[in-house]
C-alpha cells in the first residue's frame, strides 16, 4: 500500500510526489531485528509496530529493532534543512495509513477517552540534524487510512536550524511544562507543534492534556477520533545512534459522552449493563461509537448487542466488533480480543455509515439477551 509521508518540520511548499512510503508487515520482532527495507516495518510485544519509513531519500537507512524500541544504525540521507527530513522511523500504536497495531481499540472518539498516557524514553546523538519527535494523530471520521486532518507534534528535541511548520504563536504549559506552540499547515493536513525549551530524554505524561489543549484552540471538537500515537526521529542529516529506548502508550474508553440532553427518556434497563452511543452525522452519512460497560458484579464473557436503528441510515463499514444489519436491526458481537468485559470494565466499537433523511440515535440496547440502560 502506498501512502503520503509524514511531513511535520517541512516548508509546506516542499511536500512533493517523492514522499510517498509503501509500509511492509512482518511478523512480531525478536530482539536485534535489523530492518534496512525502505518501509519495512515489524511489531513488538505484541501491541506496537517499528517502521523504517524512509520516504524523503533513496539513500540508505536501517534500523535495530529490539523488543522495547529501535536504534538508528545507518542514515546516509542528507535532507534540505528549509525543507523535509530525509525519513521518520518510528514506534506507534492505533492505525497509521491502514497499518494497524495488533489490538488496537484506536481509533476512538476523544468524547469517550476516559485517560491516554504514554511513556517515553529517547537517546540522543551530537553532530547531526534531526528532531525527536512524537505525534498524535486526529481525523473527524475513525479513519484507518491516508492523512489525518489534524496532527499534533512534540518537539522533545531539536538539533541544527529546522523548525517547525508554520509560525509561533506563543507559549503554553501542557503537562506542567511550558512550550513553545507553533501552528500551520502541510499542504495536506493541520499541525500544532510544542517546542521543548531544552531536551527531554524521557518523561511519562497524559496524551490527553495536548488533545484537550489542542481542543481548547477550536482546532478538533469532542466528536473528532484518535487514530494513532506515534514517536521517533526526523533526520536531515546523519542520526546514527539516535534511539528510542522505550515507548508505551495506553488509551481508556468510559469518557464522558456529548452533553446534548438526549431527546427522548432513557431505557431504564434492567440488567446489568450500560451503552453509551455517541454519533457524528453530516447530510448523507454518519459514525458512531458504542461503549457497553458492565455494571454488574460477575464478567461478561462473549458478548453479542442487539439494537435498532431508526430508517434511513446503513452500516457500510465497522471496527473491534462484527457488525451485521438485517433490514433496520443490528447485531454486533465482539472479535477475539475484546469477548471479556471485567465487571466495572467496558468494551467499545463503532462503525460508519449512509444516512438519508435526518438522523436520530438508537434509544434501547439489549446486550446477551437483557436491556440495558442507555447512557
Not at 540508505?60 to 522495547?68: A, L
Not at 538508528?72 to 530525509?86: F, K
Not at 537517546?123 to 489525518?148: E, F, H, M
Not at 446503513?314 to 457488525?323: G, H, L
Request: charged share 5%.
Amino acid at each position: 500500500m502506498r501512502r503520503p509521508a509524514p511531513v511535520f518540520a517541512a516548508l509546506a511548499g516542499l511536500l512533493a510526489a517523492g514522499t510517498i512510503a509503501v509500509l511492509t508487515s512482518a511478523g512480531p520482532a525478536q530482539a536485534d531485528v535489523q530492518i534496512c527495507e525502505q518501509y519495512g516495518s515489524t511489531t513488538i510485544q505484541g501491541r506496537y509496530v517499528v517502521q523504517n519509513n524512509r520516504w524523503g531519500t533513496t539513500a540508505q537507512q536501517c534500523i535495530n529493532v529490539t523488543d522495547t524500541g529501535f536504534q538508528i544504525t545507518r542514515q546516509d540521507g542528507q535532507g534540505n534543512t528549509s525543507g523535509a527530513p530525509v525519513s521518520y522511523p518510528s514506534i506507534f500504536i492505533g492505525c497509521h495509513y491502514t497499518n494497524c497495531s495488533p489490538g488496537t481499540n484506536l481509533p476512538m472518539q476523544v468524547s469517550q477517552i476516559s485517560s491516554a498516557t504514554s511513556s517515553i524514553s529517547y537517546t540522543y546523538v551530537s553532530g547531526a540534524t534531526y528532531n525527536a519527535s512524537y505525534d498524535i494523530w486526529l481525523d473527524p471520521t475513525p479513519k484507518r487510512d491516508g492523512v489525518n486532518q489534524m496532527e499534533i507534534m512534540i518537539w522533545f528535541n531539536r538539533q541544527g536550524p529546522i523548525q517547525p511548520i508554520g509560525s509561533s504563536v506563543g507559549t503554553a504549559t501542557v503537562g506542567g511544562r511550558t512550550w513553545d506552540v507553533w501552528r500551520g499547515s502541510n499542504g495536506s493536513n493541520n499541525v500544532i507543534s510544542y517546542l521543548a525549551s531544552s531536551p527531554i530524554t524521557s518523561w511519562n505524561f497524559s496524551v490527553l492534556d495536548f488533545i484537550n489543549d489542542v481542543r481548547n484552540r477550536g482546532a478538533i471538537t469532542n466528536s473528532w477520533y484518535l487514530t494513532s500515537i506515534q514517536a521517533g526521529f526526523e533526520p536531515w542529516q546523519g542520526g546514527v545512534g539516535l534511539g528510542v529506548n522505550s515507548f508505551s502508550a495506553s488509551v481508556n474508553g468510559g469518557g464522558n459522552p456529548p452533553t446534548t440532553p438526549p431527546t427522548t427518556p432513557p431505557n431504564q434497563g434492567t440488567g446489568s449493563c450500560r451503552v453509551a452511543y455517541t454519533a457524528n452525522s453530516w447530510d448523507t452519512g454518519f459514525t458512531a461509537s458504542v461503549t457497553i460497560t458492565n455494571t454488574g458484579s460477575s464478567p461478561i464473557n462473549g458478548w453479542t448487542l442487539t439494537y435498532t436503528l431508526p430508517a434511513g441510515q446503513q452500516i457500510t463499514n465497522s471496527w473491534n466488533a462484527t457488525v451485521t444489519q438485517s433490514g433496520s436491526s443490528v447485531t454486533a458481537r465482539n472479535i477475539s480480543w475484546n469477548g471479556t468485559i471485567a465487571p466495572g470494565g467496558t468494551a467499545s466499537f463503532g462503525y460508519q455509515g449512509t444516512l438519508s433523511g435526518s438522523y436520530a440515535s438508537p434509544t434501547s440496547f439489549t446486550l446477551n439477551g437483557t436491556a440495558c440502560t442507555v447512557a
